[in-house]
């Protein structure tokens, strides 16, 4: 124990030299590390674990409808905020820049899309919904200028940047910056469950307070399902409900995302990391564990300042191990799902899949561009015409990785309405109006290059090379 302690008193000394960092940010940093040195990484006893009734994880078929009457939703939608989480970039998907900006559809970006709903909402019902960004040191300065062409828009849009960290350096735990590296990689962004206590310091809470608002709905900017819905907000505020986590079916796409349990009593985030090795594959199960978090929240603005003003959500720490320069540091981080048990009547809803529509990575971009759906005043909708519920899997190799190289791979996306999965990889070049039904795999043999002709119809194929076409 008096080791660490030692630590964490030259880690702090070392942290007030650093300079770059507001003195909330080095507070809320060393107050982390001591967490974590504390080592009160919270086991979970598994023979607790229960699975939540339909009280807490309420069916979202079971929601009272919404009012016809205009007026009726005008003053619902006058107490609501959106915040979008923005702090990441798509290196990924070998863009430079906030993600946000990367075009999904008709050339929309999905900031452009997230202003398009809210200006349609405020248009339709005269309200003022404001949207919130929060930013990471890695996308303020790209974001704000972004923005500007939003300014004759009929919506309020308002950054605020979260907490800026300095990675640790294992073997003597120290802040990497302190060694010279001041550059953005000595820094981290320390994971969306700072997005509490940096609404908090920012001042946008209390200034949002002042307006009247009462919710803010969060949401990871890449999440094309996540929309405002009227229903959720009504339900929270006719039941006095602080916060709720969006939760949806699990399928074997999903079987490492957290889960909501009822444990002593509470409702609680339950996350891979924190499960015993022997229990791994029950966790996976989606048996046992049917529904994974979305990321989609819905919290109470009072109940967040309240939260914060009293030091309490203290979050389960994950911590993140990562290489700068073959220097092994470590980044501490919290996610905003965790902070669900520390809130009163918390509550999950079962959402329908549609609300889950994330894009990670080009093959979500292909499901999106595809026929698969439409754009309808900026939100994506799902064609009627698919049959099956599920989306197609899609595999695509590393030759489509980037986004610059996925769309230089397409004359046009395909359509994809009776596809059930497609396996792409090697040298493989697509013309215009082609159509894939069934299961598709075409993986370019070595040294070959397969190019699918315009308006080709390809149906439960497998095609290595120009000869099988």
């Known amino acids: 124990m008096a080791a660490a302690t030692d630590k964490l008193a030259q880690l702090k000394t070392a942290v007030d030299d650093l300079n770059q960092i507001s003195q909330n940010e080095k507070n809320g940093f060393i107050n982390l590390v001591a967490r974590y040195l504390s080592g009160e990484a919270q086991q979970i006893e598994w ?5 939540p009734t339909d009280e807490v994880v309420i069916p979202y078929d079971s929601l009272a409808p919404t009012s016809d009457d205009p007026a009726e939703t005008r003053k619902l939608l006058d107490k609501l905020v959106v915040l979008k989480l923005n702090g990441g970039l798509g290196t990924t998907m070998g863009c430079t820049g906030p993600k946000s900006v990367i075009e999904v559809r008709n050339g929309l970006t999905f900031l452009d ?3 398009l709903q809210i200006e349609n ?6 309200c003022k919904v404001p949207l919130l960004l929060m930013n990471s040191f890695n996308t303020h300065e790209d974001t704000l200028k972004i923005v500007e062409k939003y300014t004759k828009s009929n919506i309020e849009i308002h950054t605020f940047n979260q907490s800026q960290y300095p990675r640790i350096v294992v073997n003597d735990f120290m802040p990497l910056p302190s060694k010279g590296q001041t550059g953005k990689d000595g820094w981290y962004p320390p994971g969306h469950g700072d997005v509490f206590p940096s609404l908090y310091n920012s001042g946008k809470l209390d200034a949002l307070l002042s307006q009247g608002k009462e919710y803010v709905f969060v949401a990871n900017s890449d999440n094309l399902g996540a929309v405002v819905d009227l229903k959720i907000l009504k339900h929270l505020i006719t039941n006095k409900n602080e916060y709720c ?6 399928t074997l796409a999903d079987v490492k995302g957290g889960t909501l349990i009822s444990y002593e ?5 339950l996350e891979i990391a924190q499960v015993p090795d022997e229990h791994v594959n029950e966790f996976k199960s989606i048996e046992k564990f049917k529904i994974f978090n979305t990321n989609n929240l819905w919290v109470n603005l009072k109940a967040i300042k309240k939260l914060v003003e009293t030091d309490a959500p203290k979050m389960e720490i994950i911590p993140n191990p990562k290489e700068v320069d073959g220097i092994k540091v470590l980044q501490l981080e919290t996610a905003a799902g965790a902070a669900i048990r520390f809130f009163d009547h918390a509550i999950g809803i079962n959402v329908p899949r549609s609300r889950f529509l994330p894009v990670k990575a080009t093959s979500d971009l292909l499901l999106v561009q595809s026929d698969l759906y439409t754009l309808e005043d ?4 799902r064609n009627k015409a698919r049959i099956n519920p599920t989306n197609p899997s899609i595999e695509l190799g590393p030759e489509f990785k980037k986004v610059g190289n ?3 791979r397409f004359k046009s996306i395909p359509s994809i309405i009776e596809l059930d999965s497609l396996k792409v990889a090697g040298d493989v070049w697509f013309g215009a109006n082609i159509t894939l ?3 598709v795999s075409i993986v370019a043999k070595l040294g070959a290059k397969v190019e699918i002709p315009d308006g080709a119809v390809i149906q439960n194929k497998e095609i290595n090379g120009p000869e099988d076409l």
């Open 265 to 269: 009593g509470k409702v609680q985030l």
């Open 437 to 439: 039904k069934g299961k």
């Open 378 to 381: 900026g939100y994506i909708v």
């Open 245 to 250: 986590m969006e939760v949806t079916p699990k």
């Open 121 to 126: 909402l405020n248009s339709k019902y005269g």
């Open 406 to 408: 996925f769309l230089s």
């Open 113 to 115: 899309l997230i202003v």
């Open 47 to 51: 023979s607790k674990i229960k699975t």
